[in-house]
């Protein structure tokens, strides 16, 4: 069974930083690319990034570029997304996706919560 | 970059047909043939029913169809089932090779 588990969300404040993790299973993570999209409340989808194969290829959305930082870790199977200088505007839930293509997402988590606020 | 374009909602009755429209530019929906579907219900992931403008993941029922003509894509609900009331999103990759989704569509089955 295909599975994609987000951690790392919680309360900070603005100019914090938090790290979010993907743990996944049940496909070889190393082939695909992989993704984060975000959703404000009660609002829409966002794509926030994306990584290639070997970590070596990603892209940001505007909103995010220089502040926040995609990685994986192949051995883990394992995704990563590293947030810093976090305004109240990134208050979201965060969702790991992938295991389609560069460009579709076929498989995604049940998202973890990031809530920026004094 | 701003959102693709989607209407707010739509509705139909069971066993009737919709369509969804989602409109970019020359940049993205008009210039690759990356454009995807998700489907998502209240309080649950988003799943993808459509990728590469028609193209089906296995398990999603026939009656989801997909399509582009310019810059405009286009998903199509046949024979309109009460589960296919959910919050419709297309998704297209662009030229500054990111990915960008549409503000949404909220279908309600009458």
């Known amino acids: 069974e295909v599975q994609l588990v987000e951690s790392g969300g919680g309360l900070i404040q603005p100019g914090g930083s938090l790290r979010l993790s993907c743990a996944t299973s049940?496909?070889?993570?190393?082939?695909?690319?992989m993704h984060w999209v975000r959703q404000a409340p009660g609002e829409g989808l966002v794509w926030v990034s994306r990584?290639?194969?070997?970590?070596?290829?990603?892209n940001y959305a505007d909103s995010v570029k220089g502040r926040f930082t995609i990685s994986r870790d192949n051995a883990k199977n394992t995704l990563y997304l590293q947030m810093n200088s976090l305004r109240a505007e990134d208050t979201a839930m965060y969702f790991c996706a992938g295991r389609g293509d560069s460009t579709w997402l076929d498989s995604w988590g049940q998202g973890t919560p990031v809530t920026v606020s004094s | 970059q701003s959102a693709l374009t989607q209407p707010a909602s739509v509705s139909g009755s069971p066993g009737q047909s919709i369509t969804i429209s989602c409109t970019g530019t020359?940049?993205?929906?008009?210039?690759?043939?990356?454009v995807s579907w998700y489907q998502q219900h209240p309080g649950k992931a988003p799943q993808l029913m459509i990728y590469?403008?028609?193209d089906r993941p296995s398990g999603v029922s026939y009656r989801f169809s997909g399509s582009k003509s310019g810059n405009t894509a286009s998903l199509t609900i046949s024979g309109l089932q009460t589960e296919d009331e959910a919050d419709y999103y297309c998704?297209?990759?662009?030229?500054?090779?990111?990915?960008?989704f549409g503000g949404g569509t909220k279908l309600t089955v009458l």
């Open positions: 590469d403008v028609s």
């Open positions: 049940g496909f070889t993570f190393s082939r695909f690319w």
């Open positions: 020359s940049s993205d929906v008009g210039g690759f043939n990356y």
């Open positions: 990584i290639n194969t070997d970590g070596r290829t990603t």
């Open positions: 998704s297209s990759f662009t030229s500054s090779s990111t990915v960008l």
